[in-house]
């Protein structure tokens, strides 16, 4: 054979592209590996394998496998085949590719995430069988709402709609059309999707959601036909239902936060039930929330969307606004003729001259009677927003909340001797002199009552009624319709057999003061879910928040328009270039670290990107000191260029061997 032939050939070697589990930014991208002849039949697509990399074996994933081979490279070969078993599809390789890129993390990050921990005595057993589903559609709920028949149309028609329902806040027998039942309007769009032959993910914040929707489902579609990923499974049993996934026994699936990727074939629908919870945030890197992943996944797999939820958060505000969502819910009228009015005290001037002390006082006349009339028919649930005491810092005498006169960011104080030491969180700024701006006083205040003292109380002033104090450790899961005070934190609910006759909700202010951009976004999505286990107001069910009647919050409650509060909030977002309206990023670490990264961002993006800090974090005793800085663009950067600046700076500490660690999180609402 002539010499100058043999580059033109193509050559014969198989070659595997593999994601590997480095832990270094930096080598976020496939390496290329020599499959083994023994292997060659057996390595494929989607399965895990271990490999070298400078010296130190490797899990890794397999996400291609071909002939393409750098002309002159010698490759190293796969050292070992984990399992023949498949545990990603290319489609769920694809989806974990775009969330890397869009939170500034890894794909590697993204599959851990995934991907359950393989169990491989389950995976070498013969699977159980499977039953199919047979969905029988069930009545009420989205059945009664236009809009909501409308979705379920076009689902059984095979078609991928986007919409976000705002369940009504109602429980109890006066619901007569099932408006408040979350868990049955989900049963109807997975029964709809189903009909069309394809397949559903349903995604909750808690996994004691996932066990209602679970039990609600096999209910109708049969025992043993939906598959379950959450955390608190038995590795055994997710590893199971994940295979069944995987090999395309399973149509339905519910599950919490990583369930989002579940690698469903013909994919029809994603739904996030309580998609505003902070609980969809995932606490590792790359840190991405359930509903913004589904939002992504529906676009980039073409099925249909459908985000639920009492309230609605400013994310699902802005995609109402652009029309890129549609709006699912019930009429005011039909709202107010079902759901449990809201009362203030003292939000008028009849008010005021009947109770004087009404906006003074921790439990006023209105909370008082409201407790007294419901216990005549059943329990009565008054939410505390705290366990115990909490330093909050506000006005001694006006209870204005502490903020930075700088940037307007939150404060947090530390006593000393010396006095109250006030430091902002955003920008780092010490607030040696603070005065209120309302009323002009330098003194501040700290400390909230809990539920414990709370129920004490209300046991001494209601002597003959039982007090269950639902918080912190001892948690209820569920009364009762015999008259007993309930005294809660939000989340720690317990679950009333026929709803309660009245809810009050305590501390208002120290609730929406708390630190935080999105505080007082998820102190809305509390109430409403709050609101929801109060019956309908035919059963005479009554809520009052105990606030200032002025506030925007607790005036959405009121009305019961949480999606007008929540597009006001971002309009108000979107003035002081916060996100969902503005994208932006926080970079923190070991403070040398942090300063490179700001000095680094400075130089690639000079005055396209406002730079924030640093700022030191607060910190355990015994913990190391980390700072942080807050990154936003000053024009109209897309999320993905701030990504792509950002995982830059990963790269490049992982790669320069920095000491030290450095986090990035992409659109950190609860954690600005």
Not at 358 to 368: F, H, I, K, T
Not at 486 to 497: I, K, L, S
């Amino acid at each position: 054979m002539c010499p100058m032939t043999e580059p033109l050939l193509e050559t014969t070697s198989w070659i595997a592209h593999v994601v590997l589990s480095s832990g270094l930014a930096h080598l976020d991208r496939p390496f290329d590996y020599l499959i083994p002849d023994d292997l060659v039949n057996r390595i494929q697509v989607g399965v895990r394998v271990r490999a070298k990399l400078a010296g130190r074996l490797c899990d890794g994933v397999v996400v291609a496998v071909d002939h393409e081979q750098e002309p002159g490279v010698k490759l190293a070969p796969i050292e070992k085949l984990v399992s023949n078993q498949v545990v990603a599809t290319p489609a769920q390789l694809n989806l974990a590719r775009h969330v890397a890129d869009h939170w500034a993390g890894t794909q590697d990050e993204v599959l851990r995430w995934a991907i359950p921990a393989r169990h491989a005595t389950t995976e070498a057993a013969d699977p159980p069988p499977w039953p199919t589903p047979t969905p029988t559609m069930p009545l009420g709920t989205l059945m009664t709402l236009d809009r909501g028949q409308h979705f379920l149309t076009l689902l059984k028609a095979g078609q991928r709609p986007r919409a976000h329902w705002r369940v009504s806040p109602v429980c109890g027998p006066g619901d007569e059309d099932r408006l408040g039942d979350w868990s049955n309007g989900l049963l109807q769009a997975v029964c709809a999707t189903l009909a069309s032959g394809r397949s559903a993910v349903v995604c909750c914040p808690t996994v004691e959601d996932v066990v209602i929707l679970q039990a609600r489902f096999q209910a109708v579609l049969g025992a043993g036909t939906v598959a379950v990923l959450h955390a608190d499974q038995p590795a055994s049993t997710r590893w199971r239902h994940y295979l069944a996934v995987i090999r395309g026994a399973a149509k339905v699936v519910v599950g919490t936060r990583s369930a989002v990727m579940a690698p469903l074939a013909d994919l029809g629908l994603i739904a996030v039930w309580d998609e505003g919870s902070d609980l969809h945030d995932e606490p590792r890197a790359p840190y991405p929330n359930t509903r913004d992943v589904a939002a992504l996944r529906a676009q980039i797999d073409h099925c249909a969307l459908l985000l639920a939820s009492y309230s609605c958060s400013v994310r699902s505000a802005s995609w109402l606004g652009s029309g890129w969502l549609v709006g699912i819910g019930a009429d005011r009228p039909t709202m107010r003729a079902v759901c449990a009015p809201v009362r203030i005290p003292g939000d008028s001037d009849v008010a005021m001259e009947r109770d004087p002390l009404a906006r003074s006082v921790r439990l006023p006349d209105l909370a008082m009677t409201t407790i007294r009339d419901g216990l005549l028919r059943g329990p009565v649930l008054v939410s505390v927003p705290r366990v115990g005491d909490l330093v909050s810092p506000s006005c001694a005498r006006c209870r204005t909340s502490v903020r930075c006169p700088s940037c307007g960011g939150p404060v947090v104080g530390r006593r000393t001797e010396s006095g109250v030491h006030l430091r902002c969180t955003w920008c780092g700024s010490q607030l040696s002199s603070w005065h209120c701006p309302e009323c002009g006083s330098t003194g501040v205040r700290s400390g909230i009552v809990g539920a414990t003292t709370t129920a004490a109380e209300l046991g001494r002033a209601f002597p003959d009624v039982p007090v269950v104090d639902s918080s912190g450790a001892h948690v209820r899961d569920s009364v009762d319709s015999d008259p007993r005070l309930v005294v809660a934190t939000p989340g720690a609910e317990p679950a009333p057999e026929s709803g309660y006759a009245c809810a009050v909700i305590l501390d208002a202010v120290s609730s929406l003061s708390r630190p935080g951009l999105a505080a007082v976004e998820q102190t809305v999505d509390r109430w409403m879910a709050i609101l929801a286990l109060v019956r309908s107001v035919r059963d005479g069910g009554r809520a009052v928040v105990v606030g200032p009647s002025e506030d925007a919050a607790l005036q959405a409650m009121v009305r019961n328009d949480p999606a007008g509060w929540a597009a006001r909030e971002l309009t108000d977002r979107r003035e002081a270039r916060f996100p969902p309206a503005v994208p932006c990023g926080i970079v923190d670490g070991d403070p040398k670290a942090v300063a490179s990264a700001a000095q680094r961002l400075g130089e690639w993006f000079g005055t396209d990107l406002e730079v924030l800090g640093p700022a030191p974090q607060p910190r355990r005793a015994g913990e190391s000191q980390r700072d942080r800085i807050i990154v936003r663009p000053r024009g109209t950067m897309p999320v993905t260029e701030l990504s792509q600046g950002l995982f830059r700076l990963r790269s490049k500490h992982t790669m320069s061997r920095e000491p030290g660690s450095l986090r990035v999180v992409i659109d950190p609402v609860n954690l600005l």
